[in-house]
T-cell receptor
Framework: NAGVTQTPKFQVLKTGQSMTLQCAQD?????MSWYRQDPGMGLRLIHY???????DQGEVPNGYNVSRSTTEDFPLRLLSAAPSQTSVYFC?????????????FGSGTRLTVV | GESVGLHLPTLSVQEGDNSIINCAYS??????FIWYKQESGKGPQFIID?????DKRQGQRVTVLLNKTVKHLSLQIAATQPGDSAVYFC??????????????FGKGTKLTVNP
């Protein structure tokens, strides 16, 4: 079982560039979400999805887009990278959208925007 | 606004001692709480959860206590081991007006276990 797989693990972007962070899970989880983790800030929710075709904004959605065309994949797109988006990004999934079964996290993508 | 925070950002204990990590939450309607452990370079890992209709839940070497009166959550680790060194996050489950739910995480406490 792969669980939640994030790619790439590391990425350096120039300001203004765009990119997509990939997230895939093989557990048939309905709920998927993206968090960013900054020093002293804990994990902050960017976007989430309660099922294929459904997405919603979290606490810090500006500058990011998501889509959920399949149950397995939940990519996060940075449209025009900014230094403020330098962070570690985690994707998480859960069996139910209630979150009451705990989340499974990927190993993270460390993004640096210069 | 909604927030989940921790009283102590760092905690240092001796191997074999018991550790207590605290967490305060602000949303009295939150009905579910989770503790996560995050080791360096890894994603958070589920440790234990507790529903709001309980005040105590025990796992293997870990116990979570919930005091809804003062909106306080704690994680107790018995006989702390070097492998317990990590950052520990509490998270509360918050229901949105639209019916969906989300987890809000605290800032984390770094636990260091000294040999």
């Amino acid at each position: 079982n792969a669980g939640v797989t994030q790619t790439p693990k590391f990425q350096v972007l120039k300001t203004g560039q765009s990119m997509t962070l990939q997230c895939a899970q093989d557990m048939n989880h309905e709920y998927m979400s993206w968090y960013r983790q900054d020093p002293g800030m804990g994990l902050r929710l960017i976007h989430y999805s309660v099922g294929a075709g459904i997405t919603d904004q979290g606490e810090v959605p500006n500058g990011y887009n998501v889509s959920r065309s399949t149950t397995e994949d939940f990519p996060l797109r940075l449209l025009s990278a900014a230094p403020s988006q330098t962070s570690v990004y985690f994707c998480a999934s859960s069996y139910s959208w209630t979150g009451k079964n705990g989340y499974t996290f990927g190993s993270g993508t460390r993004l640096t925007v210069v | 606004g909604e927030s989940v925070g921790l009283h102590l950002p760092t905690l240092s204990v001796q191997e074999g001692d018991n550790s207590i990590i605290n967490c305060a939450y602000s949303n009295s309607a939150s009905d579910y709480f989770i503790w996560y452990k995050q080791e360096s370079g890894k994603g958070p890992q589920f440790i234990i959860d507790i529903r709001s209709n309980m005040d105590k839940r025990q796992g293997q070497r870990v116990t979570v206590l919930l005091n809804k009166t003062v909106k306080h959550l704690s994680l107790q680790i018995a006989a702390t081991q070097p492998g317990d060194s990590a950052v520990y996050f509490c998270a509360e489950n918050i229901s949105n007006q639209g019916g969906s739910e989300k987890l809000v995480f605290g800032k984390g406490t770094k636990l260091t276990v000294n040999p």
